[in-house]
């Protein structure tokens, strides 16, 4: 026992050496002048300086004080060298970032930047590596805890590891690739009208045709899912999402002419895969030139991405601009280096390289580009199940363009002072593509950035499906005008609105996308902000932290229209009591996702079983793809859309069933699972106890006894479709555990400009010792929030610690 209590007090000692001391003065080399870092009571950092390069500086520091193991994290993600540290677990993850060239594309912008901008990133730097070197001289506990477990090398931050982070977001941003893969292997399974209703789509010219992916490539047949190719444990690392799990959001902003206070109100609530930390951290800069700035920044980059200054607002939404294309090139049969183009063979570029794996031989892989972009390695984006024999899949995309400029674009938000100066910021941006939703003293207005690949009216494709590279009407044609991508100005309404919603109704090519990432919450967000004449900050709250589901109002009439009507004189068998029990708690309820009732958790389990139930038959293994609700598609199938009802009838049996039979029998199936895991009676489930918010440490949340400490888990109100979103993992045996949230909300009063609110999910620290690891985490549950000041002198007036850096 005592040599078990020295041991655990010499891992808290050494852990503990890294907690940042926020009370200190510390001398370092590369500043102008002296920079404060006033820690608020959340342990906000509010950055002095006497210089916009100093104040940089201090951002960076302050980044590496607090969130120094997530930000080696991303840059190693991008590098593709996590399999150093973690082994053969994470070699396929290491490949495709290689195939990418992620790290090689943020070397080569870092020279199209502004010189100001590169200032500002080198600034940053300075800041970051200024933190190293007191880690390294003061013994400060490597920094971080998890150097202990994984290694200490950490070499010094360069701009271009800023940019690098940048792209893992643009990364995570985007499913089209998946949606491309998903959208053949599905269509190879079923007729093009059950694809419109798994994929619907909106009203089409009547002269533009479905693409059809088997008679593009006839010989491909379809295939069994394959294995995930990464290990579960470290899986969160992976930056490459499945459809449907890319960025997602709510903004909506109201003129004064729509404002109580006569001043404009914003709202924008960013959602992104939940994680311990968090992916944000929140901050105020404040330029001697310019004034502060406030609001969420992403640890690794230089600036706030989403915030406000004195005169100027922005938030973001994921715009869903189909920015990626699957591109199946033909190798030569005659030489296998070379491949298929419109005007003969061409060679492969490519290299050999090397990936190190910690405890095993380091695996030799030969990366391989073409005019369309990198091959894609192994099955990711599924890409292999879809790929005939002789062919290779690559992916075009946007964000490898070394000629983006999107850290430009940050600088010039922070600096703008009206909308007209927010979207000039904007034009030099490719990826990302967003929509910024922004707000002066004046006005509200939307406009979506990024540049769009310009497709040919002729292309085959239309960005659906992979298509035949060595058919030149499928090549891109550069990018759409900026002035093409759409924008709402001025609205007479005094508002706007976007949760990932449709924004333009062009035609191919210039439609923007044929996939959306919200056809159900906009509809709440417009009732709920349109009632209203006249908005407050409370009002925004109100809306932002919404958790009635439209999608339960709609589907549960559909669904329960005959079981609600029923006499009861039919056999009884043990689910009777929670079958009745049940119906009659769904027959009165509002809809409302609250964690502390049992209606959103038996609705969630019934229309899982229903789809389970409407797709097995059809899609065998294929269905596990599609482990969400598909709200439209069950919606089609009991209004019979275009003859969408054949889903309900079993094609192995005899009997020609009916979609009120199918949703009696997945009704048995869900209170048969829920009263097996939470016992026999309906009052006493919560849905809180499976929509638990699991905001996982991407490297320690997955190792025993660690990941007690490491994750952060507590039950949570919402769904996949509710304003406030807590979009579920879908995957058994938890498939109800929220993963991808909003973990960043923010308010601008610009009425009360000391009235800004804001939280994020979990807290400023990323060190598990640290009170600030997770103490705003219960606040964020709530739909609480804390206040941010542009004042310093309110900054200073509660301050936990006051960091000083001087010249050395």
């Not at 399974?189 to 789509?201: A, F, G, V």
């Not at 048969?672 to 489930?685: F, H, K, M, P």
Request: charged content about 20%.
């Amino acid at each position: 026992m005592a040599l078990l209590a020295i041991g655990i007090g010499v891992v808290y000692y050494l852990a503990a050496g890294s907690l940042p001391e926020y009370d200190a003065t510390v001398e370092v080399d590369g500043l102008n002048g002296p920079v404060e870092i006033v820690r608020d009571l959340h342990a906000v950092p509010h950055i002095f300086g006497e210089t916009d390069e100093d104040v940089f500086f201090g951002l960076g520091y302050a980044h590496a004080q607090d969130r120094l193991w997530q930000m080696t994290m991303l840059r190693r993600t991008a590098q593709g060298r996590l399999s150093e540290l973690f082994g053969e677990a994470t070699v396929e993850i290491d490949h495709l970032l290689r195939a990418l060239d992620i790290y090689g594309v943020a070397q080569a912008m870092v020279p199209n930047q502004s010189p100001e901008t590169q200032s500002a990133m080198r600034a940053y730097a300075a800041g970051v590596n200024a933190r190293l070197r007191e880690v390294q001289a003061e013994a400060l506990g490597r920094g971080a805890p998890e150097f202990f477990l994984f290694g200490a090398e950490i070499a010094p931050w360069t701009p271009a590891d800023s940019i690098a982070v940048n792209r893992i977001m643009a990364l995570q941003l985007t499913d089209h690739a998946s949606r491309e893969t998903l959208r053949a292997e599905l269509s190879l399974l079923l007729s093009p009208e059950r694809l419109d209703d798994i994929q619907p789509l909106p009203p089409l010219p009547p002269d533009l045709e479905r693409p059809d992916f088997s008679s593009l490539f006839p010989e491909v047949m379809p295939t069994r899912d394959a294995q995930p190719p990464v290990a579960p444990l470290f899986a969160a690392l992976n930056p490459v999402h499945e459809v449907g799990s890319a960025g997602a959001s709510n903004a909506w902003a109201a003129a004064p002419s729509r404002s109580a206070s006569g001043a404009t109100v914003m709202a924008s609530d960013p959602h992104l895969g939940l994680s311990a930390p968090s992916i944000w951290m929140l901050a105020r800069l404040e330029f001697p030139g310019s004034g502060g700035v406030i609001g969420g920044t992403i640890p690794g980059l230089p600036g706030i991405l989403i915030g406000r200054n004195a005169d100027f607002g922005w938030g973001l939404t994921t715009s869903y601009m189909d920015d990626q294309d699957v591109y199946i090139e033909r190798i030569d049969p005659n030489d296998p280096t070379q491949y298929i183009t419109p005007t003969g063979s061409q060679k492969f570029r490519s290299r050999d390289i090397l990936i190190n794996v910690k405890g095993a031989p380091a695996r030799q892989v030969t990366l391989r580009w073409t005019r369309h972009g990198p091959v894609i390695p192994g099955d990711h984006y599924r890409a292999a199940d879809i790929t005939p024999p002789g062919h290779v899949a690559a992916l075009a995309w946007t964000a490898l363009d070394p000629n983006d400029r999107s850290m430009d674009t940050l600088m010039g938000l922070m600096r703008a002072r009206s909308i007209a100066e927010g979207r000039l910021a904007l034009r030099p941006l490719i990826s990302p593509p967003q929509n910024v939703i922004m707000a002066d003293r004046e006005d509200v207005a939307l406009q979506v950035m990024g540049k769009m690949p310009h497709r040919r009216d002729t292309h085959v494709g239309q960005g659906r499906i992979p298509v035949p590279g060595w058919v030149e009407e499928n090549d891109w044609l550069g990018y759409l005008p900026f002035d093409d991508n759409p924008r709402v100005l001025s609205p007479d309404s005094g508002m706007v609105i976007n949760t990932n919603n449709r924004t333009t109704d062009a035609p191919f090519p210039r439609h923007m996308s044929f996939s959306w990432g919200d056809s159900q919450r906009i509809g709440r967000a417009q009732r709920l902000l349109g009632q209203r004449e006249f908005h407050t900050p409370e009002s925004f709250i109100d809306a932002q932290t919404d958790i009635v589901s439209p999608t339960a109002r709609t589907l549960l009439p559909l669904i329960g229209r005959d079981l609600w009507w029923q006499d009861g004189t039919g056999p009884e068998d043990r689910l009777t009591p929670l079958r009745k029990t049940a119906l009659e708690r769904l027959a009165e309820w509002n809809g409302e996702m609250s964690e502390h009732r049992p209606e959103p958790l038996v609705y969630a389990m019934w229309v899982r079983a229903l789809q389970i139930r409407l797709m097995r038959d059809e899609l065998g293994p294929v269905a596990d793809r599609l482990d969400r609700v598909e709200a439209l598609f069950i919606e089609r199938a009991f209004l019979d859309i275009d003859g969408a009802a054949a889903w309900c009838d079993v094609v192995t049996s005899r009997a020609v069933e009916t979609c009120q039979d199918m949703a009696a029998l997945a009704l048995d199936d869900a209170l048969d699972t829920l009263s097996a895991q939470y016992g026999n009676r309906v009052e006493s489930w919560r849905w809180g106890e499976a929509h638990r918010a699991f905001h996982e440490h991407q490297v320690l949340g997955g190792i025993p006894v660690l990941s007690f400490f490491a994750n952060i888990v507590q039950p949570t109100s919402g769904g996949d479709n509710t304003l406030m979103r807590g979009r579920t993992r879908g995957e058994d045996p938890d498939p109800f555990t929220n993963v991808h949230g909003s973990a960043l909300r923010v308010i601008y009063d610009f009425g009360d400009p000391e009235g800004s609110r804001y939280i994020i999910s979990t807290g400023q620290s990323g060190h598990m010792l640290s009170r600030h690891y997770d103490d705003l985490a219960t606040l964020w549950r709530r739909g609480d929030y804390i206040p941010m000041s542009l004042d310093p002198e309110r900054a200073r007036a509660d301050a936990i610690g006051v960091t000083r850096l001087v010249p050395r």
